[in-house]
């Protein structure tokens, strides 16, 4: 299968910065792209006008910003043209099969004999960071459809990568950033009666009715069907992106998450290893990590300082790990915006660093 050559694709550019109005609301500047390397974030700070101009995105977006395996209730959106509801409101069923890699447990599982070598490689004096939050411009957002909502034509940039459209994508369906961003510009779509999930990358209106995006998979959720070796998706290793976010009503109404979660790192390997499907880089050190790595937080870490919800965050760390899914800022652990979430309490993590993780035994490196 074909593989992306880094200098084919359109950088990913500046999201922005905020700590304005007494809230702790911290964007990233820049968002690497996947095929883009080298690059670490900076920061910067949004004026008062811009915050409040992106806040009021969050006011007439017709989806939700929250979801998770199992039941969860968030205020009611708008009814996008051309569906009879929508909801925020998941199914219980499970976001992929109980055995699926995202839904395994890795704490009793070997350490790789390699794992000091490539923490080290892996920015290990720097802390946890949050990739989401309490503001709707921060984070990725998601957005549950029925069956019935239309399909729409969908134009990707590398066609031979992605799965043919068209796509159940509402016309004012949340973009990750907010409508005018333009760093990674996400959507997420969840057919809840298929049960399928739908995800593109730098999704653009087209004018028509339809949308211009990157690349796009879809992504049978009874499944563990794997998409085909060399492929990317929405996600630079080929992997969904739905199932490895940290969700609201699972880390605080639920007090449980029971899967992996997805993290980004600057330098990653021209390799992955399953359940990714693709790589983003052309260096070929061995110390650097692939993408599909899985980390956990070691057993060893005490974490009884932080907040009872921060402790089932952390947990989950040590339990399912962490899945190295995109080129971007190390240690950036993602997650969908919720305007509930307690934003200091989420930048405790910050105290658990690189260096307090280990790197569960790899299976098959692929670097072709």
Not at 238 to 255: A, Q, S, T
Not at 295 to 306: E, G, Q, T
């Amino acid at each position: 299968m074909p593989t992306r050559k880094p200098a084919n694709l359109p950088v990913r550019q500046p999201s922005g910065s905020a700590d304005n109005l007494g809230m702790r609301i911290i964007l990233p500047h820049y968002r690497k792209s996947r095929y883009n390397e080298g690059i670490d974030m900076s920061w910067t700070r949004l004026s008062t006008a811009t915050f409040a101009a992106v806040a009021a995105f969050a006011l007439v977006a017709g989806c939700g910003s929250a979801g998770s395996s199992s039941p969860a209730t968030t205020s009611t959106p708008t009814t996008p043209t051309g569906t009879t509801s929508v909801t925020t409101v998941v199914p219980a069923l499970s976001v992929f099969p109980a055995d699926n890699a995202w839904n395994q447990r890795v704490d009793s599982l070997p350490v790789d004999p390699n794992s000091a070598t490539i923490i080290a490689a892996m920015n290990p004096t720097r802390g946890l960071h949050p990739d989401f939050g309490s503001y709707t411009g921060y984070g990725i957002p998601y957005c549950i459809v029925p069956g019935t909502q239309p399909r729409v034509p969908v134009a990707f940039d590398y066609p031979d990568e992605s799965d043919p459209g068209p796509y159940p994508i509402p016309a004012n369906a949340p973009i990750e950033g907010g409508s005018s961003a333009t760093g990674d510009r996400h959507i997420l779509v969840i057919d809840k009666d298929a049960w399928k999930l739908y995800e593109v990358w730098n999704a653009q209106p087209d004018g028509k009715g339809g949308w211009k995006c990157g690349s796009g998979a879809i992504f049978d959720l009874k499944s563990n069907v794997l998409r085909p070796a060399g492929w990317t998706s929405a996600d630079a290793a080929g992997l969904p992106i739905f199932p490895g976010l940290v969700r609201y009503d699972e880390m605080v109404e639920k007090h449980a998450i029971t899967h992996a979660l997805r993290f980004t790192m600057v330098k990653t390997r021209r390799a992955y290893i399953a359940p990714a499907r693709h790589f983003a880089s052309s260096r070929t050190d061995p110390s650097l990590p692939p993408m599909g790595l899985r980390v956990r937080l070691k057993a060893s870490v005490d974490i009884s300082k932080y907040s009872a919800n921060v402790q089932v965050l952390l947990t989950a760390m040590k339990r399912y790990g962490l899945i190295l899914a995109d080129n971007g800022s190390d240690w950036f652990i993602s997650g969908t915006s919720d305007a509930r979430f307690n934003d200091d309490d989420l930048h405790t993590i910050g105290g658990i660093k690189g260096s307090d993780f280990e790197v569960v035994k790899m299976g098959e490196v692929v670097t072709k």
